[in-house]
Structures are given as C-alpha cells and as structure tokens.
C-alpha cells in the first residue's frame, strides 16, 4: 500500500492491483492485456517496471497466482490496446511467430505509418480495426490513406475485426498463415 500524495488516501499500486485482478479475470488473455497496459512504455510513462510486476506475483498469497505466473512472461511493454494483446496472444498461440509491436515504418528515411503488430522483414502488418474508427469519418479517411501509403510501400496489411479477435480466431489466423507463406 501507498499513501496518495495529496489525498492521504492508501491505494495498491498499479502491480500489486494488476495482481490482484488475476483472480476476478474471465479470459487468461485478459490477465496480460492488463499487464501489458501496467507495462507500457509506448508513447506513456510506465505505471510499473517489469520487475515490480514479478515481485506483485510472489508478494503474500495470491489467489490466481497460477494465472499470474502464466502471464508474467507473456507481457509486453509497447501493447497499444487490450485488442492488440488479444491479436498477439491469438497469433503466437496459434504457432506463429511474435510479431512486434507499434512498429514504425519508414521507406528511404520518409514516416509511413506505426502499425499496431508486424513482420518487418516480410513487410506484413496487423491491424486492429476497432468500430470507433468507423464512426468517425476523419479517422476512416486517415485509415484508408495510411493504408494506400503502406500498399505503395510494399507491405500487406491483415485487417483484424472485433470477430476476428474475439470470438472466432479460425479465418483470421488462416489470412495470417496465407500472408506468411507469400511472403516466406
């Protein structure tokens, strides 16, 4: 426990509250993408470090700790989104490789785009297409013109629905599998 600066109120920090969410969490993947959001260092100051999330594991008796310890090793520090720890956990435990993460694409030294998940030496990119970028025609526009720009640059972007993540995997993970064996 801490004690809040200015409230004096005692508050778990953010490891030791990702810790203690494990048990109350339906879906293992959940139990990352919280981890992951306590860990990130993408565009934002980390709300804990690696090492503070490992000794929230041990610290006492943890209920969950099983789902914890199956967790720690799975988080990573650029995951821009709980959809985009879904993709990634989708992808690797289907047998494929790890893509990296918030990979930023240059041609010749020129900015493309950042892409939330990629194979950089094959030029594949993964994007989450979340629904408020539907409903936000700016946004829509920006999309499809990131993706003319990473097309021109060569690469193959494999477009990932709320379906595709989080209900049923098969089609999209047989896109991924199709992308990889034209690129190998």
């Known amino acids: 426990m801490v004690q809040h600066r200015e409230t004096g109120l005692h508050l778990t920090s953010p490891s030791t509250t990702w810790a203690m969410l494990a048990a109350s969490l339906r879906h293992p993947y959940d139990v990352v993408a919280i981890g992951d959001a306590v860990l990130r260092n993408w565009r934002l100051q980390p709300l804990a470090s690696f090492a503070e999330m490992s000794r929230a594991v041990d610290a006492g008796r943890r209920v969950g700790v099983g789902r914890l310890r199956e967790a720690l090793p799975r988080l990573r520090a650029r995951s821009g989104s709980r959809p985009e720890t879904w993709l990634r956990l989708t992808i690797v435990d289907a047998g494929l490789p790890e893509p990296d993460l918030n990979v930023d694409v240059f041609v010749a030294g020129e900015y493309v785009a950042c892409v939330d998940l990629a194979y950089p030496q094959r030029r594949i990119a993964f994007e989450y297409e979340g629904e ?13 013109e990131r993706y003319e720009r990473l097309a021109a640059a060569g690469w193959l972007v494999i477009r990932a629905t709320k379906q595709d993540v989080f209900e049923q995997s098969g089609r999209f993970i047989a896109r991924a599998r199709r992308a990889l064996a034209s690129r190998w």
């Open 132 to 144: 408020h970028h539907l409903r936000d025609p700016r946004q829509w526009a920006l999309d499809i």
